[in-house]
């Protein structure tokens, strides 16, 4: 999963940086990109038992300021897949 956040700082000096809680015991930092006033995270769910997760991010400046928004993720499991070659020759 991906996830692109925007935000926004009066003080236009202030560094930033950036936590996500995933809601199933990761967390990880995010990468700020301090000209777009944007943070990307990237996770990946090991499997949706436990699902909804209730995730966190939260943004914090060197001022000591921050902010933090909560929000429920949904995972559905998904079908394995089979990667196979043709002409398919059995080892003997």
């Given amino acids: 999963m991906n996830l692109l956040f925007s935000f926004t700082d009066p003080g236009t000096l202030d560094k930033h940086t950036a936590t996500m ?4 015991g990761t967390i990880s930092p ?3 990109d301090e000209n777009a006033h944007t943070i990307a995270f ?14 966190k991010a939260a ?3 060197n001022d ?6 909560s929000f429920n993720v949904t ?5 394995p897949t ?10 003997t």
């Fill in 59 to 61: 943004v914090s400046d």
């Fill in 82 to 91: 089979w990667n196979r070659t043709w002409p398919f020759i059995p080892s």
């Fill in 42 to 55: 990237s996770h990946t769910y090991g499997d949706e038992a436990g699902s909804p997760f209730k995730a």
């Fill in 75 to 79: 995972v559905h499991a998904v079908a």
């Fill in 64 to 69: 000591g300021e921050s902010d933090s928004q």
């Fill in 30 to 32: 995010g990468i700020v």
């Fill in 21 to 24: 809680d995933w809601g199933d």
